[in-house]
């Protein structure tokens, strides 16, 4: 069973910057496409950013595009998201998802392994 785990969340004012990560320990991402999802009280899982097993093909949601990026370190077996110029609305859980069939699309429903999640609140 693949278990992945987000880290790096934390507190920020808007306007500032976060990257958080998502490991796993006892096996490589390498074949997996990766997803970042992010759930806000009261609201449903919204697909934030993908990224290909190659690393060639990223997603981006409308409205994070030009603000996050997306990127991965196989040998590390971590992806990153670089979050940049952030809102209060982009307060929420973020989790990241592992999809074997490497669709590296921002649908939940195509991605087999989560993980816990990790909090980012964006607040003066």
């Known amino acids: 069973q693949l278990r992945l785990v987000e880290s790096g969340g934390g507190l920020v004012q808007p306007g500032g910057s976060l990257t958080i990560s998502c490991t796993t320990s006892?096996?490589?991402?390498?074949?997996?496409?990766i997803g970042w999802f992010r759930q806000a009280p009261g609201k449903g899982r919204e697909g934030v950013s993908s990224?290909?097993?190659?690393?060639?093909?990223?997603n981006y949601a409308d409205s994070v595009r030009g603000r996050f990026t997306i990127s991965r370190d196989d040998a590390k077996s971590t992806v990153y998201l670089q979050m940049s110029s952030l809102k209060p609305d982009d307060t929420g859980v973020y989790y990241c998802?592992?999809?074997?069939?490497?669709?590296?699309?921002?649908?939940?429903?195509?991605?087999?392994?989560w993980g816990q999640g990790t909090q980012v609140t964006v607040s003066s």
């Open positions: 990224v290909s097993s190659s690393g060639d093909l990223t």
């Open positions: 006892k096996y490589t991402l390498r074949d997996y496409s």
């Open positions: 998802a592992a999809d074997w069939s490497d669709s590296w699309t921002l649908r939940a429903e195509d991605y087999d392994h």
